[in-house]
């Protein structure tokens, strides 16, 4: 099987990062820019502004 070429990845505000609203997003899986965390400037409805979100873990699953 071929490798992935993206990950998935869990976007939480970086104020508040227990907050009920994230985002996911696709990183790539090698190279110069797996390395480097992701940092965006989303909107948060809970809010209501547009705020800096940072990449976390995603969470476990039960299978």
Known sequence: MAKKTHVKIRMVPESKPDSPF???LKK????????VKLKARKYNPSTRKHEIFVEKKLPPHSK
């Open 28 to 35: 790539p899986a090698g190279g110069e820019k797996a390395k």
């Open 22 to 24: 994230f985002y996911y």
